[in-house]
């Protein structure tokens, strides 16, 4: 019985040790002897989980979460019961998945400006030779990389606003909505940004003062929303801070009111182009998309109209 004790504890395995030695019959001529070893050896037990626990630790600065894992699960494999590795390997397993995701996410948001990067050159492409079959199936190839990248990054955004990480969310929404102009984006974009108006809202409501000292926070917001286009976020946020200081407002106004007229007159080229590739769908999407900036645009009122006619005629055709 010494010896199969000995084998365990030198291959740590020290909880089969205390539980052989615990339901030792203590008539057991080995008996008085093993039970005086038991405090040695739990404390060697103690030594050698800190010993693993501080191994696995030291991988932390690297985030190499895979080799604190594998650390971990070796002293597992040895102490399969020990509390302290089980709670310290669920960590790092979380952290391990939770790095996996925001390396995956950084990827699809490169790709995702990439792809923005591209557009204008993929559509001067098939502008150059309009009727030609390879030049129409890059195209469309395109656009079938522009939604399934769109998809992906709604469904990013929809997690992180999920977990309640709306920068994140605003982020991969507002991307998704630029690859593709799609209701569920902007339904989440809008929640967002009536959730956060509500919350300064009901700021304003407590300290009529706290407008004034809001400015810098809604400048700040305005001006992360024209980096990332999303300019009907824009708009929102320019109507909160026109309530505060018109005048003050003004010159961001300006600035808007270009971007708006640009932005339109690029959406309508891209829907003109969709429509006339046979894209229906993704071309009334794109010039609603437009007349939310631009709502009184005369030509984008009527591009929208015609391509809706031919969609219900197309339904109705098909019935």
């Known amino acids: 019985m010494n010896d199969q004790v000995d084998t365990w504890v030198e291959n740590h395995q020290y909880d089969k040790a205390l539980a052989t030695i615990n339901a030792m019959n203590p008539e057991h001529e080995s008996y008085a002897e093993l039970r005086q070893r038991?405090?040695?050896?739990e404390q060697r037990r103690t030594a050698y989980i800190d010993g693993q626990l501080d191994?696995?630790?030291?991988?932390?600065?690297?985030?190499?979460?895979?080799?604190?894992?594998?650390?971990?699960?070796?002293?597992?494999?040895?102490?399969?019961?020990?509390?302290?590795?089980?709670?310290?390997?669920?960590?790092?397993?979380?952290?391990?998945?939770?790095?996996?995701?925001?390396?995956?996410?950084t990827i699809l948001l490169a790709r995702a400006r990439y792809l923005l990067a591209?557009?204008?050159?993929?559509?001067?492409?098939?502008?150059?030779?309009?009727?030609?079959?390879?030049?129409?199936?890059?195209?469309?190839?395109?656009?079938?990389d522009l939604q399934t990248a769109s998809r992906h990054l709604y469904a990013v955004g929809r997690q992180a606003l999920y977990e309640n990480d709306s920068f994140s969310a605003v982020q991969a929404l507002t991307l998704s909505n630029r690859?593709?102009?799609?209701?569920?984006?902007?339904?989440?974009?809008?929640?967002?940004?009536?959730?956060?108006?509500?919350?300064?809202?009901?700021?304003?409501?407590?300290?009529?003062?706290?407008?004034?000292?809001?400015?810098?926070?809604?400048?700040?917001?305005?001006?992360?929303?024209?980096?990332?286009?999303?300019?009907?976020?824009?708009?929102?946020?320019?109507?909160?801070?026109?309530?505060?200081d018109r005048e003050k407002a003004q010159p961001l106004r300006e600035q808007l009111d270009t971007r708006l007229a640009s932005e339109s007159a690029l959406l309508n080229e891209r829907g003109e182009l969709l429509y006339s590739q046979g894209f229906l769908r993704e071309a009334l999407d794109v010039w609603e998309e437009a007349l939310t900036l631009?709502?009184?645009?005369?030509?984008?009122?009527?591009?929208?109209?015609?391509?809706?006619?031919?969609?219900?005629?197309?339904?109705?055709?098909?019935?």
């Open 294 to 319: 631009t709502p009184n645009d005369t030509e984008l009122q009527a591009n929208a109209e015609r391509a809706r006619t031919f969609l219900t005629n197309l339904d109705r055709w098909s019935n």
């Open 118 to 144: 591209i557009r204008a050159s993929e559509e001067d492409l098939l502008k150059a030779t309009p009727n030609n079959f390879f030049a129409q199936q890059r195209y469309r190839t395109f656009q079938q």
């Open 38 to 41: 038991t405090g040695i050896i």
């Open 179 to 244: 690859l593709s102009p799609n209701e569920l984006s902007q339904e989440l974009l809008g929640g967002i940004q009536q959730a956060q108006q509500s919350e300064r809202q009901q700021a304003r409501t407590q300290e009529a003062a706290v407008a004034e000292q809001q400015w810098p926070q809604l400048e700040e917001a305005f001006k992360l929303s024209m980096t990332l286009n999303d300019l009907a976020g824009a708009q929102r946020l320019l109507r909160e801070m026109t309530e505060i």
């Open 55 to 105: 191994a696995a630790v030291s991988l932390e600065a690297e985030a190499d979460w895979a080799g604190a894992i594998a650390v971990l699960d070796t002293a597992l494999a040895n102490l399969p019961d020990a509390p302290e590795l089980q709670s310290q390997r669920r960590e790092y397993e979380q952290r391990r998945l939770s790095s996996i995701d925001r390396s995956e996410n």
